[in-house]
T-cell receptor, first 113, second 113 residues
Framework: DAGITQSPRYKITETGRQVTLMCHQT?????MFWYRQDLGHGLRLIYY???????DKGEVPDGYVVSRSKTENFPLTLESATRSQTSVYFC????????????FGPGTRLTVL | KNQVEQSPQSLIILEGKNCTLQ??????????LRWYKQDTGRGPVSLTI?????NTKSNGRYTATLDADTKQSSLHITASQLSDSASYIC????????????FGSGTRLSIRP
């Protein structure tokens, strides 16, 4: 099906473990984004990518790693998960970075114990 | 500092009533302002977008206004329906960088029958 998907939808892990959240889009959008959403905060940008093999930091990149070897995939890795990374993570894609609408995935709820 | 502030934080109204949500921003240089609707457990979905030269835009029962001089926007919902219960997020973009897309914390709207 066309669209943007995230997996897993729910994940529980322990402090210090590595976790990878997957994001896949079928529109061939050039831009992809990772956000986290916490109570009391708006969506905060972690990393974004303007094209395959081009990534850049957002507002809160510490503790996260991204890669984009293919246009359609943009995985987010927590190399050593911490409790402060418990959050809901949203992936989005867009044809451009500013005027173009961002299309969001359904989110991944991550709990770090 | 680039900021987007929304008010009220939460709002409860009766079905059929109108309501207005507010957004104040300090993002500069300004490119565009977008309102998103986020249903519980789902990713945000765009409702409207406005650039500097636009001061009103409608999408069905949703009407957004923009005053670029005072850096304020509002989202007016007419004849509310139960399905309007959601969080409404104001997002302001700067044309200088993809990292300058600032999300407000949102207004949580509850429609009561």
């Amino acid at each position: 099906d066309a669209g943007i998907t995230q997996s897993p939808r729910y994940k529980i892990t322990e402090t210090g473990r590595q976790v990878t959240l997957m994001c896949h889009q079928t529109w061939s959008h050039s831009y992809m984004f990772w956000y986290r959403q916490d109570l009391g905060h708006g969506l905060r940008l972690i990393y974004y990518s303007a094209a395959a093999d081009i990534t850049d930091k957002g507002e809160v990149p510490d503790g996260y790693v991204v890669s984009r070897s293919k246009t359609e995939n943009f995985p987010l890795t927590l190399e050593s998960a911490t409790r402060s990374q418990t959050s809901v993570y949203f992936c989005a894609s867009s044809g451009g970075y500013s005027y173009n609408e961002q299309f969001f995935g359904p989110g991944t709820r991550l709990t770090v114990l | 500092k680039n900021q987007v502030e929304q008010s009220p934080q939460s709002l409860i109204i009766l079905e059929g009533k109108n309501c207005t949500l507010q957004c104040n921003y300090t993002v500069s240089p300004f490119s565009n302002l977008r309102w998103y609707k986020q249903d519980t457990g789902r990713g945000p979905v765009s409702l409207t977008i406005m650039t500097f030269s636009e001061n009103t835009k409608s999408n069905g029962r949703y009407t957004a206004t923009l005053d670029a001089d005072t850096k304020q926007s509002s989202l007016h919902i007419t004849a509310s329906q139960l399905s309007d219960s959601a969080s409404y997020i104001c997002v302001v973009s700067s044309y200088s960088s993809a990292s300058k897309i600032i999300f407000g914390s949102g207004t949580r709207l509850s429609i009561r029958p």
